[in-house]
């Protein structure tokens, strides 16, 4: 099939090479030129593990390309994934959809043709609906444009193989005899025939997955994330906590693990989101649970300032503190509200000397916190530090001898914040260990 990808961003650099992957000829189009220039040469303008190689595969085969021309992604095909980006708006709980339907209306005005707009961005339920008015009045197609739902679950760090191989597939229609139905269908053909679960439903149920499900993981966080609280009031270990808790299949061990909590461009946002939308619906009462969600997840940061606090005392003015992590998560060079860089700008603004490491997000630290030391390599960042802080559990900092960190630092105090340093190592190395979670 011809299909083009309108938002080329995480998401939809992601989606734009993987169907080029499935066999479809692909254009991603995104008003951003530079962007476009960078994954017309077949690299990605954000670390992803794999999709370098992906975009190179196919910009080379001739199975993609990319564009900054809206009238160019209209012509191209019948088959338009629209993947722009929803940010929080900056004073309000509610989304930003402004370049949601910006982009609608630019590609409205070039949809001559039947054709079928898919929309993955996350949005407030209703939005469809909204969406479908403003190609009904400005295509010249007018009618003979569908709008499809079709929320996007994959992950940064794993985009790839949860794109290819995703849990379930949901396609949201507004009738039951939708011809989108059979575009859709056969466009994600080899997904279908693999044996993922396929779920065809309305579109506000569509949109519904998408926040209900990061709200529900956001839930799953925080909720072990209280435990780990009350792990820390009475000497258990909320890892080992949540490891027995897992085992039950009703609950489950993945998505559970302890720590300084969610971040990212999603889960906080959508949070928040659903929050301001269930307002508009009379219905905020169900949800009032996702502010206690939100605001455990957010006491995290706190509880880890005053766990530093509690190692160097309440003057931090010329204490010298290492950072371990910049990313949300490992995996990513993704920095949207880091939970390790706002506990980072938090102790700066304490008056601590703060140097962050991370593999691969520092080139975004440096650009978005100035104010911070950035050292590459964890060992030569930890140099004359009093206080080591582990925020973001990459793999590479597992793999560093605590015995040789020992003699680089000013004094050998650890707090891990993600819980996967082997602690024991580290004492018996001479360091003093906290950690979240564990007394
Ligand atoms: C999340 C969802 O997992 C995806 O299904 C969804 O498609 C995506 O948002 C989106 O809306 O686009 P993502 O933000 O990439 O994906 O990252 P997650 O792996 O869910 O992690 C989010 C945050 O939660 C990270 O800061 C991570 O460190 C934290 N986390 C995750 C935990 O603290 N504990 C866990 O057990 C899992």
């Not at 079928?116 to 209703?126: H, I, L, R, Y």
């Not at 949901?170 to 009738?175: A, E, I, M, R, Y």
């Not at 940061?301 to 990313?327: K, P």
């Not at 559990?393 to 819980?419: C, M, N, S, Y």
Request: hydrophobic content about 45%.
């Amino acid at each position: 099939m011809k299909l083009t990808i309108i938002g080329c961003g995480y998401l939809g650099a992601t989606h734009a090479a993987c169907m080029a992957e499935l066999g479809h000829d692909v254009l991603g189009m995104d008003a951003d030129m530079d962007k476009v220039r960078v994954l017309n040469s077949g690299k990605a303008p954000f670390y992803e593990p794999g999709l370098d190689d992906l975009l190179a595969k196919h910009t080379a085969s001739g199975r993609l390309k990319f564009t900054a021309s809206y009238a160019e992604a209209a012509r191209f095909g019948e088959l338009h994934f629209i993947g722009v980006g929803t940010p929080q708006q900056a004073a309000e709980n509610a989304y930003d959809l402004t370049h949601l339907f910006s982009a609608i209306r630019r590609l409205a005005t070039h949809l001559l043709g039947p054709a079928v707009v898919a929309v993955k961005s996350t949005v407030p339920v209703g939005t469809a609906a909204h969406v479908a008015k403003i190609l009904e009045e400005s295509a010249p197609a007018g009618g003979k444009v569908q709008v499809a739902w079709n929320p996007e679950f994959l992950r940064e760090s794993s985009a790839i193989e949860d794109t290819l191989r995703p849990d379930r597939l949901v396609l949201g229609f507004d009738s039951e005899q939708s011809w989108g139905e059979a575009v859709l269908r056969q466009c994600f053909r080899k997904i279908i025939e693999a044996g993922t679960p396929t779920i065809v439903t309305d579109w506000a149920t569509a949109e519904l997955a998408k926040t209900s499900a990061n709200s529900f993981l956001a839930t799953k966080i925080s909720f072990i994330n209280a435990m780990a609280e009350v792990c820390e009031a009475t000497g258990a270990d909320v890892h080992e906590l949540a490891e027995i808790l897992g085992h039950d299949v009703r609950i489950g061990r993945s998505g559970m693990r302890p720590g300084l909590g969610f971040g990212g461009g999603c889960l906080p946002k959508d949070l928040r989101g659903f929050l301001a939308r269930a307002g508009e619906l009379g219905v905020d009462r169900a949800l009032t649970f996702l502010h206690e969600i939100d605001a455990i997840n957010n006491g995290r940061r706190e509880r880890m300032v005053a766990l530093v606090r509690e190692q160097l005392g309440d003057t931090l003015a010329s204490r010298r503190i290492t950072i371990w992590g910049a990313a949300f998560k490992p995996g990513t060079d993704d920095i949207r509200d880091s939970p390790a860089l706002a506990v980072a700008q938090g102790l700066h603004e304490l008056g601590a000397t703060v140097t962050v490491s991370d593999p691969k997000a520092l080139d975004n630290a440096r650009k978005h916190h100035p104010e911070l030391g950035h050292v590459e390599d964890p060992v030569a960042a930890a140099r004359g530090a009093d206080l080591l802080l582990h925020l973001t559990e990459w793999p590479q900092f597992r793999h560093v001898d605590p015995e040789r960190l020992a003699r680089r630092v000013r004094t050998a105090k650890v707090i891990d914040g993600r819980g996967t340093l082997d602690l024991g190592s580290w004492r018996r190395a001479g360091w003093t260990v906290r950690a979240l979670g564990r007394a």
